[in-house]
């Protein structure tokens, strides 16, 4: 079974940074695509950046200059440095897995449980 396993999320006051990471765990052959989402109370869950397999990236205009995402030297992990944090991150940061190509030969979309990021003085 496929698991997205996120740490890094805490409470940071204004102007600070915290550093998000996301692994998978389980069997996998490839994916195309990792990124970042946020939900924020009472709003639409929103894209916060993606990553390629290749390098590519791409980021919220809200974010654009203050994050940075980037995959780890181990299979299928990804992180997303935050700096200059602002009380409207706030928001859950869910992990996703897009284009997951397993063993069997079928695509997935994997997401996952979510961190909770509170930025507040």
């Known amino acids: 079974q496929v698991q997205l396993v996120e740490s890094g999320g805490g409470l940071v006051q204004p102007g600070g940074s915290l550093r998000l990471s996301c692994a998978v765990s389980g069997s996998i052959f490839s994916i195309n695509a990792m990124g970042w989402y946020r939900q924020a109370p009472g709003k639409q869950r929103e894209l916060v950046a993606a990553?390629?397999?290749?390098?590519?990236?791409n980021y919220a205009d809200s974010v654009k200059g203050r994050f940075t995402i980037s995959r780890g030297n181990a299979k299928n992990t990804v992180y997303l440095q935050m700096n200059s944090l602002k009380p409207e991150d706030t928001a859950v940061y869910y992990c996703n897995a897009d284009q997951a190509l397993g063993y069997d030969g079928a695509w997935y979309d994997y997401w996952g449980q979510g961190t909770r990021v509170t930025v507040s003085s």
């Open positions: 990553i390629t397999s290749g390098g590519s990236t």
